[in-house]
């Protein structure tokens, strides 16, 4: 009778560690769906490059590299380092909500694109901390998806997808606006 209590013990314990370790992976899996991102953001990219007329301080970035010659029309091998303003409201004068530093190296032959590389600066109330997107940028699609390979900070270890969407390219005053949809799959 003892020992029939005991193996029945065993036996519920057995099933509640596989009941446990089954549930986790599920979770694991289940967690990650398109459309219930974890932590969502919209935010607004502004950059003036440097050239012309438009120079720093108010420039935001610049050319550090020269494209190469004859290697395709569309800048090939030509490098931008920027730190430029992110806010929440598309409106330039708006107050900040990050910056937005690191660059882009166009690297499309025959066609545009280039490897963009972006870690948002986060210091207000709302978030500190920092996000990197890191991914390729083709010109020839209307939304671009990237990944957010990583975060620290409130964001720390986060990963997801970011939806750049160029809003607004003015070549007279040398500025883009950029609106950057971050979903988040990953929050710790
Ligand atoms: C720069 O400014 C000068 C003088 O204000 C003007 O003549 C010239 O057209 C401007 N150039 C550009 C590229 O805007
Ligand atoms: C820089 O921005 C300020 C304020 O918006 C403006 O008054 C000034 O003319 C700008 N300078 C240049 C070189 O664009
Ligand atoms: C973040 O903001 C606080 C308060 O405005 C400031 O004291 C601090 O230097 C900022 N930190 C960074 C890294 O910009
Ligand atoms: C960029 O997007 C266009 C349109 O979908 C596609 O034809 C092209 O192959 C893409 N370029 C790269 C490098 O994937």
């Known amino acids: 009778m003892r020992r029939l209590t005991a193996e029945k013990f065993s036996l519920f314990f057995f099933l509640l560690l596989l009941f446990v370790f089954s549930y986790s992976v599920l979770a694991a899996g289940k967690s990650i769906r398109r459309n219930k991102p974890c932590n969502r953001l ?40 920027f ?11 708006s107050p900040q909500a990050a910056r937005a530093r690191g660059f882009y190296v166009y690297d499309g032959k025959d066609s545009g694109n280039d ?17 990197t997107i890191l991914g390729t940028n083709n010109h020839s699609l209307k939304t671009r998806d990237l ?36 979903k988040l799959y990953e929050c710790y």
């Not at 007329?53 to 931008?80: D, H, I």
């Not at 490897?115 to 996000?131: A, K, R, V």
């Open 42 to 81: 919209v935010l607004h990219l502004h950059e003036i490059i440097r050239q012309g007329n438009y120079t720093f301080p108010n420039a935001t970035s610049a050319a550090v590299t020269k494209r190469v010659p004859g290697l395709g029309s569309f800048q090939f091998g030509e490098m931008y380092v």
């Open 83 to 93: 730190d430029n303003l992110v806010t929440r409201d598309a409106n330039p004068h």
């Open 115 to 131: 490897l963009y590389m972006i870690t948002l600066s986060f210091n207000s109330t709302e978030y500190t901390g920092t996000l």
């Open 147 to 182: 990944p957010v390979v990583g975060g620290t900070g409130d964001f720390f270890m986060a990963r997801g997808v970011t939806t750049l969407e160029v809003d607004v390219i003015d070549f007279t005053t040398s500025y883009f606006r950029l609106k950057m949809d971050i």
